[in-house]
């Protein structure tokens, strides 16, 4: 059976990029440059192909980033293996894609919710995937808050779900460490009796 990328011409599958808003450009960090906000949650990784993906960033990000330093804010929240992690292929395929002055323009990534696998993932994979000095580059931002620190506020949108999990993370702190399980749960609710269950989070990216 085709993917969905396979029925979708290159031309539709960057219209399903810009339509989910997954990269924009939008507001300043606290040094005055350019940010690029990076929503991982919206990315139809299904229904994109990789050179899709190359060809969007090509056309409508990396024109704007060529000139002047510019950081990125990439938020991790709720991104699944199976839903919208672009997997380590296309990671590497759009490290090399990216333009020598991009990459030396890139100042800092902050990475939003990361989460224990993600750390993991990037421990392991970080330095393969990612040339250039890139991987160095990546500064861990466990909440909001300490997200403020770095870029200003009044000029990002960040969607509703991402402060919806971040007070979540202040009843749960242990979900920061992959100790429990960041599936939703009743408040109060009388623990379960089967304590065979792992609250091990499975996923490979969360």
Same mark, same amino acid.
């Given at each position: 059976?085709? &993917? ?5 011409? @290159? ?5 399903? =990029? /810009? ?7 939008? %507001? ?5 440059? #350019?940010? +690029?906000? =990076?929503?991982?949650?919206? $990315? ?8 899709? *993906? ?10 704007? +980033?060529?000139? #002047? ?17 672009? %997997?380590?292929?296309?990671?590497? &395929?759009?490290?090399?894609? =990216?333009?020598?002055?991009? #990459?030396?323009?890139? /100042? ?13 993932? @990037?421990?392991?994979? %970080? ?8 991987? #160095? ?6 909440? *909001?808050?300490? +997200? ?6 009044? /000029?990002?949108?960040?969607?509703? $779900? ?6 979540? +993370? /202040? $009843?749960?702190?242990? !979900?920061?460490? %992959? =100790?429990? &399980? ?10 379960? !009796?089967?304590?065979?269950?792992? !609250? ?7």
């Amino acid at each position: 059976m085709d &993917s969905p990328s396979a029925r979708l011409s @290159l031309s539709d599958q960057m219209k399903v =990029i /810009e339509k989910l808003e997954v990269f924009k450009i939008q %507001g300043r960090d606290k040094h005055g440059r #350019k940010v +690029l906000r =990076i929503i991982g949650k919206s $990315f139809p990784a299904r229904s994109v192909s990789k050179e899709a *993906l190359n060809e969007y960033l090509r056309e409508k990000i990396f024109p704007s +980033l060529e000139e #002047k330093p510019f950081s990125i804010v990439y938020v991790h929240t709720d991104v699944h293996r199976s839903e919208n992690f672009p %997997g380590i292929s296309t990671l590497r &395929s759009i490290n090399d894609a =990216i333009p020598e002055n991009v #990459k030396d323009n890139l /100042e800092a990534v902050h990475f939003v919710h990361p989460g224990l696998q993600a750390r993991l993932f @990037l421990a392991t994979f %970080g330095r393969l995937l990612f040339t250039g000095g890139l991987y #160095k580059k990546v500064n861990y931002v466990t909440r *909001l808050e300490f +997200l403020w620190d770095q870029v200003r506020r009044n /000029e990002m949108e960040i969607p509703e $779900f991402v402060y919806d999990h971040d007070e979540e +993370l /202040e $009843f749960r702190p242990m !979900m920061d460490y %992959g =100790i429990e &399980s960041d599936h939703p749960r009743v408040y109060g609710a009388p623990p379960a !009796m089967d304590s065979s269950v792992s !609250m091990y989070s499975m996923r490979c990216i969360g």
